[in-house]
């Protein structure tokens, strides 16, 4: 399967400064984006760890992304939708612990949209309202599904 992929981030309309981040690894066929909230610094801070922890687990559990690219089982399929949500759950919890502890992160958050390709199957995490669109020839479809009020409601 050939990808092709660009990434590019704004600060938008209403702040000075981008509590984005964001990963395209090409080698590693994992693709972030986190839109930090919390107020200059602390949204910052979030997305970057939140992206920190999401490739490093990815990263140390490279050999489950090879074996399911080898053989394609349910099994094996579960193991990374498990890695991928376990990666989100991860961020959360320490992003969580580190604005309990500090004052000056209080209200630390981020969203975080996650895809990652193993062979031809792609893996998705997603938390928030960031969003994940596919784009077949001119059409763009989305598919993630946005957590917010709005959207609840």
């Known amino acids: ?7 590019k981030t704004d600060v938008g309309r209403k702040r000075d400064h981008n509590e984005d981040c964001r990963l395209a690894d090409g080698d590693l066929k994992l693709f972030i984006v986190a839109d930090g909230m919390g107020g200059h610094e602390a949204g910052e801070v979030a997305s970057r760890m939140a992206v920190d ?13 090879e074996a399911f ?20 759950q991860d961020a959360c919890t320490i992003l969580f612990n580190i604005a309990r502890r500090r004052q000056l992160k209080n209200g ?8 990652l390709f193993a062979g ?5 995490a997603h ?3 960031s969003r994940i669109y596919l784009q077949r020839d001119v059409e763009l479809h989305q598919i993630s599904e946005d957590h917010s009020l709005l959207q609840e409601q």
């Open 108 to 115: 630390l958050g981020t969203t975080m949209s996650a895809l």
């Open 53 to 65: 922890v999401m490739v490093n687990k990815i990263q140390n559990d490279r050999a489950l992304i």
């Open 120 to 124: 031809a199957s792609g893996f998705m």
């Open 127 to 129: 938390v928030g309202d």
């Open 69 to 88: 690219i080898k053989e394609r089982s349910v099994n094996r399929k579960r193991v990374l939708l498990d890695l991928m949500e376990e990666s989100v």
């Open 1 to 7: 399967m050939k990808l092709s992929f660009a990434e």
